[in-house]
């Protein structure tokens, strides 16, 4: 159930306990507690009813005895004028003591009444009791139905007059920023201190990581771990099957329900091979404040060959006159989304965001990076200015060069900066989804390959309705979702640095970081900042 959802009010069934345990009534508080209050008279009046019924029953069985002594008529008295369950316990001990010393088996005959009384009256005050058990309590998490809001699925259009974009731009923006508050309250692990509820059925989805996995990369390139070795592994995060009722929340029976996995593989590889010789390019500078005459100066270029983007013969591209712009992290990426499979026209509407969704400049991977299997995306980090207090070895963020003192007032402590102008990353997307039903699922494969899989797992109609909203909210969700920026540069995402810290560094144990900016006077042209991080001790 999403935030700005309402919870339905009224009876419905709640699939994880079957049709008949799951009937669930939802009412609010205060309507609650008049159920409450409702349901104990209601009780009462089945404790009196019920009685009145036992009593007739067991008056009648006197009542058809051939033969009839005084104490029989006796018990038929006090059973037909029974003033209730207790009264008749009381009258049937005072019938017993006033037969006490008589020959007739008093205790056989007046016990049965007195334990059918206590059992009837016993019962139904401990129902009286228990009726505050319908009622959820205020601490435990409460299941509630979403009262449907706003359905349907996202449309848009590349007609920037339109402002669609731009408002598109923005809604993943702020998916990302909700992503990353909800996954620290509650994925943050022991030292988290949950302040909120989540209002998802499941807290946190399941799934597993696997730090030795094969490097799926090879030829130009090597898979590296720990400062910079080449260790010919990844790490793969997969999340299994996760089931659409109990993990995401979609209220179906057994029957209705499909399962969905998604699996990422990731590692930091050599760039050896892949990056070109500095190119030097001499160009006219203009400074914004001076005399406005024209300056030659240089700018020199690293390339990167990972398989050509759009209309260029390379994947990216990195100036080496960054770091003295004082810049930060600088992130670039290439996406690669396998579309191998043919659709049909039902399914155009499946990979119709991709009109959104692609990159401007749409990577084609080279035979090291080419998959049939995967999506593909590239990422390319360079630190610039940013310097450490500590040596860092994770391969990603590899920084333990000594590069200057920073003093504050007498105490002084060397700084480091990064081993390589940049580092690179490359990740590989695989999902599945699966018909419990008839064990059929689709390969484990790109999103859009295994979206237009969809038609050959034989979904019932609700079944489809359910895959539709799955693969609607995944198509939003893809990796490279996390890499779009929150600046207007374009180039500082400190976000999706602290997502990759914490998928790299789960080999080697490190705390979290703490970043300051230490910036000089202005200068010619701009005032000079140094990012600074470290880890705290």
Request: glycine share 6%; with cysteine.
């Amino acid at each position: 159930m999403s935030n700005f959802a309402s919870a339905y009010i009224g009876l419905w069934r709640d699939y994880s306990y079957g049709v008949v345990s799951g009937a669930t009534l939802t009412l609010p508080i205060g309507w609650g507690n008049y159920l409450i209050a409702a349901l104990t008279v209601l009780v009462s009046w089945s404790g009196i009813s019920a009685w009145q019924i036992c009593s007739f029953i067991l008056h009648q069985i006197r009542a058809a005895k051939p033969t009839k002594d005084v104490l029989d008529l006796q018990t038929q008295t006090l059973l037909r004028d029974s003033i209730g369950a207790i009264g008749t316990v009381i009258e049937a001990i005072k019938l017993q003591w006033a037969w006490r010393n008589r020959r007739y088996k008093t205790w056989s005959r007046t016990a049965p009444i007195a334990l059918v009384a206590l059992t009837v009256w016993a019962a139904f005050t401990a129902a009286g009791v228990l009726v505050a058990e319908v009622a959820s309590k205020n601490y435990q998490d409460v299941v509630v139905l979403a009262e449907p809001y706003a359905c349907g699925f996202l449309q848009g259009s590349n007609d920037i007059t339109k402002g669609i974009t731009t408002s598109f731009q923005s809604k993943l923006i702020n998916d990302t920023l909700a992503a990353r508050t909800y996954a620290r309250t509650f994925y943050g692990g022991e030292n988290s201190v949950v302040k909120m509820r989540s209002t998802f059925p499941m807290v946190t989805l399941p799934y597993s990581i696997d730090t030795q996995q094969d490097c799926p990369f090879s030829g130009r390139t090597a898979c590296l771990g720990v400062n910079y070795t080449v260790v010919n592994e990844a790490m793969a995060m997969d999340t299994g099957e996760l089931d659409s009722h109990v993990d995401f929340g979609i209220n179906a029976p057994s029957g209705d329900r499909i399962t969905f996995r998604k699996r990422v593989t990731c590692s930091p590889i050599q760039g050896g091979q892949l990056i070109s010789d500095p190119v030097v390019q001499t160009i006219n500078l203009t400074y914004s404040g001076r005399s406005g005459a024209a300056e030659t100066g240089n700018l020199t270029y690293y390339y990167v060959d990972m398989g050509p983007s759009g209309t260029n013969n390379y994947t990216f591209v990195w100036s080496a006159n960054t770091p003295y712009d004082y810049v930060g992290y600088q992130v670039e990426y290439a996406t690669f989304l396998l579309t191998t499979t043919s659709h049909s026209s039902a399914n155009q509407w499946r990979v119709m965001p991709a009109q959104l969704h692609n990159p401007s400049s749409p990577w084609q991977p080279d035979s090291t990076f080419n998959r049939t299997d995967a999506d593909v995306i590239a990422i390319l980090l360079a630190q610039n200015s940013v310097l450490y207090y500590d040596p860092v070895d994770d391969p990603l963020f590899l920084a333990n060069i000594p590069a200057q003192e920073y003093c504050t007032g007498t105490d002084c402590f060397p700084l480091y900066r990064a081993n390589y102008i940049f580092n690179l990353m490359v990740c590989l997307e695989q999902y599945q989804f699966c018909n419990p039903s008839t064990s059929s699922c689709t390969d484990l494969t790109g999103f859009y390959d295994a979206a237009v899989q969809l038609e050959s797992l034989g979904f019932n109609w609700a079944q489809q309705a359910t895959a539709d909203r799955l693969t609607a909210a995944a198509d939003l969700a893809l990796f490279y979702y996390s890499i779009p920026d929150f600046s207007s540069t374009g180039k500082f995402n400190l976000l999706f640095l602290h997502m990759i810290k914490l998928m790299i560094l789960s080999r080697i144990q490190k705390p979290k970081l703490t970043i300051s900016t230490v910036c000089r006077p202005p200068g010619r042209r701009k005032t000079l900042c140094t990012i600074f991080i470290r880890p705290p001790s």
